[in-house]
């Protein structure tokens, strides 16, 4: 019978301690909020679809990333987020990114990294520092 409570003691005590999850920090909710507006710019750029680039940029982000493009036929870009700094409503994430480029006949393949500036609420990007992947293909 003792054997028999303590199990029942173990295992209630067990299930208590991984049935609780952990709740997310606010710096990690803006570290995935940014996240997701990079990703948001990408699929925009990559479709060719200006406004949806706009709509996530501040109106000096969207004139950094506009001026920058280049015309291309096809691409692929791909991020790898690799730091987030966040410094009171300043938002920076470093990631680093290869693309592939096609235009007519010509093919381009590169890699860099990028330091994304957010700011505001919600978050928008307001600059794009080191080698920026959307002034490719040059």
Known sequence: MR???FLVVVLTLFTAACGKAAKPTQDSKTATEAFGIIEAIKEAYLKKESSSIEKNCTREG???????IKPFDSAELSFSPTLVEIEGDKVMVHSSWKGR???GTKKIEERGAAVFV???RPLKVDNVLRTS????PE
């Open 133 to 136: 992947p959307f002034k490719y």
């Open 62 to 68: 969207f004139r950094t990333i506009k001026s920058a």
């Open 101 to 103: 480029w096609t235009r």
């Open 118 to 120: 957010m700011r505001g």
């Open 3 to 5: 054997s028999f409570l």
